[in-house]
């Protein structure tokens, strides 16, 4: 099974409307982080966002937001009156075994969502 | 200057050949690893170390090696080059949080290298 699901392959919005990028992710640790990226059309990996599994405060910066809710294993990225400059494919990424002592190594990332803004 | 750098940008080589990509930082961090990403399929780890004598196989380490020259070099080989290794690969970075509880370290990627095997 996955660890980390982004069932939207693609998805196409017209500028200015909102748009939400879901992640449901599977593990079996009490302590986790989880994380966002950002994939532009020139494809360096771009770190958006990190939360931890003990943090479910949602989180704003600027038009981007972002929804955690352990209780749907949940952890949703919305894009407030979208630009063309947010066309890229976004990944979610799970970290685990934060405990191991050795600190986390592995991101399992998911197969990501390409968004396209058109204008 | 980029933090993380990755050399060649671009290559595109023959089956059976050896390769080799390389990976520098000027973040400091002690941590470094090696991804592939192929369409639809997100990245997948293939080695990571954690220092210079610290070398770990990912989770699709087959067909490759590494090599940790420095705290701030990391080169991945590809010793005998196989079309289904065409693929985009990254580096990232990150710098070890320290062991209490709750904490993790923020990977940062470098631009990626596109390559194709003929």
């Known amino acids: 099974a996955q660890k980390v699901t982004q069932a939207q392959t693609e998805i196409s919005v017209v500028e200015k409307e909102d748009v939400t990028l879901d992640c449901v992710y599977e593990t079996r640790d009490t302590t986790y982080y989880l994380f966002w990226y950002k994939q532009p059309p020139s494809g360096e990996l771009v770190f958006l966002i990190r939360?931890?599994?003990?943090?479910?405060q949602n989180e704003i910066s600027g038009r981007y937001s972002w929804n955690f809710q352990k209780s749907t294993s949940s952890f949703n990225f919305t894009i407030t009156a979208s630009q063309v400059v947010d066309s890229a494919v976004y990944f979610c990424?799970?970290?685990?075994?934060?405990?191991?002592?050795?600190?986390?190594?592995?991101?399992?990332f998911g197969k990501g969502t390409k968004l396209s803004v058109i204008p | 200057d980029a933090d993380v750098t990755q050399t060649p940008r671009n290559r595109i080589t023959k089956t059976g050949k050896r390769i080799m990509l390389e990976c520098s930082q000027t973040k400091g961090h002690d941590r470094m690893y090696w991804y592939r990403q192929d369409p639809g399929l997100g990245l997948r780890l293939i080695y990571y170390?954690?220092?210079?004598?610290?070398?770990n196989k990912g989770e699709i380490s087959d067909g490759y090696s590494v090599s940790r020259q420095a705290q701030a070099k990391f080169s991945l080989s590809l010793e005998s080059a196989i079309p289904n290794q065409t693929a985009l690969y990254f580096c990232a970075t990150s710098e070890y949080a320290g062991t209490s509880g709750g904490i993790t370290d923020t990977q940062y990627f470098g631009p990626g290298t596109r390559l194709t095997v003929l």
């Open positions: 939360r931890n599994s003990f943090d479910e």
């Open positions: 990424a799970l970290s685990e075994g934060v405990y191991s002592g050795a600190g986390s190594y592995q991101l399992t």
């Open positions: 170390s954690f220092d210079v004598k610290d070398i």
